[in-house]
């Protein structure tokens, strides 16, 4: 009971928020809200033992589509974020069926390759992306109102949390955490290991797809350094490590812990952000594996 008591006086605190703090804390949250949703979909493919770096390719993708539906096909912006989130779901449907044959590092890397290649074809593809200049829109969603952004961020980011938990909750999490601990004890199973990768890979990206898309439409732009920027991988990368992975609390932890620290530090060093959150990522894998959410829930059973 008191657990279902705090989830609604949570979902009651962030609904009214915008109403009793003033613009830059509105986007503050907003910003925290979409970095936690990249988070979350970062750990749920980490639950199948598989180190994605494709978070900000498929975010810049789903900005891209969003946009360009918005601009050259007069969808209207809501639709736009569905859009982006099929796009980046087909996108990584074809790119699954050729890459999730790999493991480990060789993954990882070629999720890190994907982000370059996006970047140089929305470089180049100047008449659909608009090169190097980019894209703007003619209006932001909602005509720029932030407190009906950070509501619709707040549904998606609701959203996102609700996916995490069935993969947390369901015979899904079976599925992947067995993948995760041993591909051949999980086959031997019964488990379709290749089914079930590219089911998460292709939701996790549509989350990142409609971020991106969400994101464009707040800001009206996408150009191809700002809208693939390493900053929408490193982040949320360590915000889920900080807060704790394999969970879906521990990137929510981590997301607000370093979302108020990611803003002080961009006022103190604008241009130097990402070093401090390199840093953070290798002391925390040093010092704090099971990041804090993880440690605290270690240390409440060990008592």
């Known amino acids: 009971m008191r657990k279902v008591l705090l989830i609604i006086g949570i979902l009651v605190f962030i609904t009214f928020l915008p109403i009793f703090v003033d613009m830059y804390l509105i986007h503050v949250a907003s910003s925290i809200m979409l970095f936690m949703c990249l988070a979350l979909s970062w750990d749920m493919m980490l639950r199948t033992g598989q180190?994605?770096?494709?978070?900000?390719?498929?975010?810049?993708?789903?900005?891209?589509?969003?946009?360009?539906?918005?601009?050259?096909?007069?969808?209207?912006?809501?639709?736009?974020?569905?859009?982006?989130?099929?796009?980046?779901?087909?996108?990584?449907?074809?790119?699954?069926?050729a890459v999730l044959k790999l493991r480990e590092m060789y993954f990882a890397i070629t999720?890190?390759?994907?982000?370059?290649?996006?970047?140089?074809?929305?470089?180049?593809?100047?008449?659909?992306?608009?090169?190097?200049?980019?894209?703007?829109?003619?209006?932001?969603?909602?005509?720029g109102d932030p407190k009906k952004t950070y509501w619709l961020i707040m549904v998606f980011?609701?959203?996102v949390i609700g996916i995490s938990e069935i993969f947390q909750r369901t015979r899904i999490r079976y599925a992947i955490s067995s993948i995760r601990n041993d591909e051949l004890v999980a086959k031997s199973s019964g488990i379709n290991i290749f089914k079930y990768l590219l089911f998460v890979f292709i939701v996790t990206s549509a989350i990142q797809?409609?971020?991106?898309?969400?994101?464009?439409?707040?800001?009206?732009?996408?150009?191809?350094e700002s809208t693939f920027s390493a900053n929408?991988?490193?982040?949320?990368?360590?915000?889920?490590?900080?807060?704790?992975?394999?969970?879906?609390?521990?990137?929510i932890v981590g997301a607000i812990i370093l979302g108020f620290a990611s803003e002080y530090l961009k006022l103190l060093m604008p241009y130097?952000?990402?070093?401090?959150?390199?840093?953070?990522?290798?002391?925390?894998i040093i010092f704090l594996r099971k990041g804090v959410y993880g440690t605290i829930v270690d240390k409440i059973r060990s008592n």
């Open 157 to 159: 980011t609701l959203l």
């Open 209 to 224: 797809g409609a971020a991106g898309a969400i994101y464009a439409q707040q800001y009206a732009f996408v150009e191809p």
């Open 51 to 97: 180190l994605s770096f494709g978070t900000a390719g498929f975010f810049g993708l789903g900005a891209y589509a969003a946009v360009i539906a918005v601009d050259d096909f007069a969808i209207t912006p809501i639709m736009s974020i569905f859009i982006g989130a099929v796009f980046a779901a087909i996108v990584a449907l074809g790119v699954g069926i």
């Open 272 to 284: 130097g952000h990402l070093i401090i959150y390199g840093i953070i990522i290798i002391l925390v």
């Open 232 to 251: 929408f991988l490193l982040l949320p990368i360590a915000m889920a490590l900080v807060g704790g992975i394999h969970s879906t609390l521990g990137p």
């Open 111 to 143: 999720t890190l390759a994907l982000t370059s290649v996006f970047l140089v074809l929305a470089r180049n593809l100047s008449d659909l992306t608009g090169g190097a200049a980019g894209k703007v829109l003619f209006n932001a969603i909602f005509d």
